[in-house]
C-alpha cells in the first residue's frame, strides 16, 4: 500500500509546495510516534510514503517519509500551549527519535516556519 501510495504521490510532481505540521505533547509530528514499528523507515527510507503502526494511536497510517517532508519548499509546524512549547524546547537540542519531530527542526534540515499560539 505504501508503494503504491509513493508511485502516485512521485507522478503529481517532484516537490510538495507547502506542507503543515502539527506536533504532539509526546514529540510525534507526521505520524511518527516515538518508539513506534516504522518510525526508522519514516526517518531514514527514502519512499515519499511509508507505513507507520502507532502504539499510542489506534489505527496503522500512511505518512510522508523525512525525505518527502524536507523536500517541501515550504514548511511549517503548528503549536499550541505550554506542554508543546517544552517539547519543541527539548526537541530544538538534538535529533532524537524520542522526539520525532526534532528531525524536522534540527538545522540541517533547513528552514521551517513554526506558529507558536498560547
Given at each position: 500500500?505504501?508503494e503504491?501510495a509513493s508511485?502516485r504521490?512521485r507522478?503529481?510532481g517532484?516537490?510538495?509546495?507547502v506542507l503543515l505540521?502539527?506536533?504532539?505533547e509526546?514529540?510525534?509530528?507526521a505520524?511518527?510516534?516515538?518508539?513506534?514499528?516504522?518510525?526508522?523507515e519514516?526517518?531514514h527510507?527514502?519512499?515519499?510514503?511509508?507505513?507507520t503502526?502507532?502504539?499510542t494511536?489506534?489505527h496503522?497510517?500512511l505518512?510522508?517519509?523525512?525525505a518527502?517532508v524536507?523536500a517541501?519548499?515550504h514548511r511549517?509546524?503548528a503549536l499550541?500551549g505550554?506542554?508543546?512549547l517544552a517539547?519543541y524546547?527539548?526537541?530544538?537540542?538534538?535529533?532524537s527519535?524520542e522526539f520525532p519531530?526534532?528531525f524536522?527542526?534540527e538545522?540541517?534540515?533547513?528552514p521551517?516556519?513554526?506558529?507558536?499560539?498560547?
Amino acid at each position: 500500500m505504501a508503494e503504491r501510495a509513493s508511485q502516485r504521490l512521485r507522478a503529481l510532481g517532484p516537490v510538495i509546495d507547502v506542507l503543515l505540521l502539527g506536533m504532539g505533547e509526546d514529540g510525534h509530528t507526521a505520524s511518527w510516534f516515538p518508539d513506534s514499528p516504522g518510525l526508522h523507515e519514516a526517518l531514514h527510507g527514502m519512499q515519499p510514503v511509508v507505513f507507520t503502526q502507532p502504539r499510542t494511536a489506534a489505527h496503522p497510517r500512511l505518512t510522508l517519509s523525512r525525505a518527502c517532508v524536507l523536500a517541501a519548499r515550504h514548511r511549517h509546524l503548528a503549536l499550541t500551549g505550554a506542554a508543546k512549547l517544552a517539547v519543541y524546547q527539548r526537541a530544538l537540542q538534538a535529533p532524537s527519535p524520542e522526539f520525532p519531530v526534532s528531525f524536522v527542526l534540527e538545522r540541517a534540515a533547513g528552514p521551517i516556519d513554526v506558529w507558536m499560539a498560547p
